[in-house]
């Protein structure tokens, strides 16, 4: 009788890196899930013209004058035109513009990073840390992964897909050497403290930012060290 072959269950890391493939593909590591930068543009285009549509319906509906109906298109002087519907659109396709640059720069940084395995080099991840940092790039700050395997080092959060983590992402990898790093900012701790407490409950939301404060939350804390996630308050146990 032929001899039953039973194959090697992979580790948890190779496992860990197959359902991140899957799960948040690249343009260099695309699936069967993935949707490419030109199809999110042609459905902005889609539900523009949708919307557009729908405004011009509600307003013959109420019968409005061409005045009323441009309003509604265009928005108004009187608020500077960020009342109307051209303004969304316009904040849409910006943030859209910005996720592809930031997916563009950082995996042409990690792929010449990947294809020259003997410098023995690393990727950091760099936040820019102001008002709008999300949680997600925040606990980021500062982490580092190998090359070309984009292990976690000294922590064990994710790499993922690397940035962008979320729509309007503006975190990079940067790529240094290991056992040197790179020329790093301040951490987000040591930038937070010199905030007010106005500043810091803008950032992390009052409760977050007052169990920063009580020494009852990291800034790593904020998402979830497996999975890279973010917490809720009710998993923070606030």
């Known amino acids: 009788a032929e001899e039953e072959t039973i194959a090697e269950r992979p580790g948890d890391a190779a496992l860990k890196r197959r359902v991140a493939g899957a799960l948040f593909p690249t343009p260099s590591r695309p699936t069967d899930l993935s949707t490419t930068g030109a199809d999110w543009w042609v459905r902005q285009g889609a539900s523009l013209s949708q919307r557009l549509g729908d405004q011009l319906m509600v307003s013959v509906s109420l019968e409005e004058t061409l005045t009323q109906a441009t309003a509604r298109i265009r928005g108004t002087s009187e608020n500077g035109f960020r009342d109307g519907l051209m303004a969304k659109a316009r904040d849409d396709a910006s943030r859209l513009l910005t996720t592809q640059t930031t997916n563009a ?12 395995p003997e410098q023995h080099l690393i990727a950091i991840h760099q936040s820019i840390i102001d008002s709008r940092t999300s949680d997600l790039c925040l606990a980021r700050h500062g982490l580092q992964y190998t090359i070309p395997e984009h292990e976690p080092i000294g922590h064990t959060i994710p790499y993922l897909g690397g940035p962008p983590y979320h729509p309007h992402c503006r975190s990079i990898m940067t790529i240094g050497i290991r056992g040197q790093g790179a020329v790093m900012q301040e951490s987000v701790t040591t930038w937070l403290r010199r905030r007010d407490r106005a500043f810091q409950d803008e950032v992390l939301g009052p409760t977050r930012a007052q169990m920063w404060r009580e020494g009852k939350l990291t800034v790593r804390q904020l998402i979830d060290s497996m999975t890279g996630r973010p917490l809720t308050l009710e998993e923070l146990g606030a």
């Not at 720069?105 to 020259?116: C, F, H, Q, S, Y």
């Open 105 to 116: 720069l950082n995996e042409a940084r990690v792929a010449t990073a990947d294809r020259n």
